[in-house]
T-cell receptor
Framework: NAGVTQTPKFRILKIGQSMTLQCTQD?????MYWYRQDPGMGLKLIYY???????DKGEVPNGYNVSRSTTEDFPLRLELAAPSQTSVYFC???????????FGNGTRLTVT | GQSLEQPSEVTAVEGAIVQINCTYQ??????LSWYQQHDGGAPTFLSY????GLEETGRFSSFLSRSDSYGYLLLQELQMKDSASYFC???????????FGPGTRLSVLP
């Protein structure tokens, strides 16, 4: 049982480039989340999804897009990378209200 | 709006007891959770309080007072491996969102 899997683990982008951060979970969880964590800071919610075909913005959605075509996958798209998007990105999933968030191992992104 | 406050740093010695406080202000409330994160790692779940009172899980306990919008994490018999950042988080927006506090960095000294 792999849990939440994120790829890639590390990536360096040039300003203006695009990329997709992949996230997949094999626990059949309906709820999925994307957070970013800047050094020494807490986690800020970018986007979330309560089920396939349903997504909504979190606290810091600008510069990002998501899709949720299946229960398992929740990719995060950066269209025009900016240095302010240098961060660690965590994907997480949730089964139901009183259960914990399951996090992936994160993607460390640097934009130069 | 929603906000959570935690102390930024706490230091204690091995074997001691430490309490990490969390106060929150949210538009809705569906429970307070605590997560541990070691440097370079992912957050991992520690405890969850939906109702007032104390929840105990081994060396860790968590307390919630909804009337005071306040909770704390209590770590007993501290070990070196407990050195990490600890985040409180509330469920908001009809339980769909998790909002995290800024984190408390715990350093356990020998």
């Amino acid at each position: 049982n792999a849990g939440v899997t994120q790829t890639p683990k590390f990536r360096i982008l040039k300003i203006g480039q695009s990329m997709t951060l992949q996230c997949t979970q094999d626990m059949n969880h309906n709820y999925m989340y994307w957070y970013r964590q800047d050094p020494g800071m807490g986690l800020k919610l970018i986007y979330y999804s309560v089920g396939a075909g349903i997504t909504d913005k979190g606290e810091v959605p600008n510069g990002y897009n998501v899709s949720r075509s299946t229960t398992e996958d929740f990719p995060l798209r950066l269209e025009l990378a900016a240095p302010s998007q240098t961060s660690v990105y965590f994907c997480a999933s949730l089964d139901q209200y009183n259960s914990p968030l399951h996090f992936g191992n994160g993607t460390r992104l640097t934009v130069t | 709006g929603q906000s959570l406050e935690q102390p930024s740093e706490v230091t204690a010695v091995e074997g001691a007891i430490v309490q990490i406080n969390c106060t929150y202000q949210t538009s809705g409330f569906y429970g307070l959770s605590w997560y541990q994160q070691h440097d370079g790692g992912a957050p991992t779940f520690l405890s969850y309080n939906a109702l007032d009172g104390l929840e105990e899980t081994g060396r860790f306990s968590s307390f919630l007072s909804r009337s005071d919008s306040y909770g704390y994490l209590l770590l007993q018999e501290l070990q070196m491996k407990d050195s990490a950042s600890y985040f409180c988080a509330v469920r908001d927006n009809y339980g769909q969102n998790f909002v995290f506090g800024p984190g408390t960095r715990l350093s356990v000294l020998p």
